[in-house]
């Protein structure tokens, strides 16, 4: 009974073991396989976020002359309010 109890506990173990090894090594390769961005693809990103922020600044400036042009012509009453 005793023999029967440490072969299964040997067994047990050995699977533990062989499921943990599987679970390392497919983990190493799931991580392995997520597609990281390349150094290219940063430069590009930042590039196009500083185009999108000078374009923002460009159109913000125009709203402002705009408002500036509104107000003369409010002020010179040929506008209505």
């Not at 506990?9 to 943990?20: Q, Y």
């Not at 402002?64 to 040929?78: C, D, P, R």
């Amino acid at each position: 009974m005793k023999r029967k109890l440490a072969r299964n506990s040997i067994i047990a173990l050995f699977v533990a073991g062989l499921v943990g090894i599987t679970f390392i090594v497919g983990g190493v390769g799931l991580a392995s396989a997520v597609a990281l961005p390349t150094w290219n693809d940063v430069q590009k990103a930042k590039a196009s976020e500083a185009s999108a922020a000078a374009k923002v600044a460009e159109i913000e400036s125009l709203v402002q002359t705009l408002k500036g042009e509104v107000a003369i012509q409010n002020q010179k009453g040929s506008v209505p309010p």
